[in-house]
């Protein structure tokens, strides 16, 4: 059986809509079987979208690992910067497309594994909700390939559990970035910022 983390889950499109309210603007998303927390804005994204701030720097923002598109709509409503948004995941990216239409919001969405289908640009930040279940390997090639998608002072900002590998994250970040930090704690979640 294939995970959310695939190119073509295995299971059959079953297409619902939800709510999420974030500040004082509510958002509505199409979600399907074979996406990451279908029935509902999962803990960790709605506490990454509470705890960060859209840096000044001039460059676009990235949602990595986007699912059905929840990070970089809500980021795209609340800035004017450019937002691309990519999954290995087609039914996401299509459902990213379609979310980003009914909340009346302009991003870039593409599909395809970490960086590979992305125009060739660097990123003021990069957002990302880890794929655990794709193992530490994945995880951890996608942090080492944000790290060279983001400009100097650029930063990766990471929610993860405790139990899902927040320590072994935060010291191979501390190789990787000049400052880690971690910004925000939660029920055994931690928001975790790398600065380039």
């Known amino acids: 059986m294939s995970h ?3 190119k073509n889950p295995d299971v059959l499109s079953n297409p619902q809509e939800i709510n999420y309210q974030f500040k004082n603007k509510l958002f509505k998303f199409k979600t399907d079987n074979g996406v990451f927390s279908k029935q ?27 699912g059905y598109g929840v990070v970089g709509i ?23 497309k379609e979310n980003a239409k009914i909340n009346n919001v302009n ?27 794709a193992g530490k390997k994945v995880v951890f090639n996608l942090y080492l390939e944000s790290y060279n998608h983001l400009v100097t002072n650029g930063e990766l900002d990471i929610v993860i559990q405790k139990k899902q590998g927040k320590d072994s994250t935060l010291k191979y970040l501390k190789e990787l970035f000049k400052e880690v930090n971690i910004i925000n704690k939660d029920k055994g979640y931690f928001i975790i910022q790398a600065k380039k």
């Open 4 to 6: 959310y983390y695939s």
């Open 40 to 66: 509902y804005v999962d803990f960790g994204t709605n506490l990454l979208l509470n705890s960060i701030t859209i840096n000044n720097i001039e460059f676009p923002l990235l949602d990595l690992c986007c």
């Open 74 to 96: 809500v980021l795209k409503s609340q800035t004017n910067k450019a937002v691309y948004a990519t999954d290995i995941n087609e039914r996401a990216v299509l459902l990213t």
């Open 107 to 133: 991003i870039n969405v593409y599909s395809g594994d970490m960086f590979e289908n992305i125009p060739d640009i660097s990123f003021s930040q990069i957002l990302l909700n880890p794929p655990i279940r």
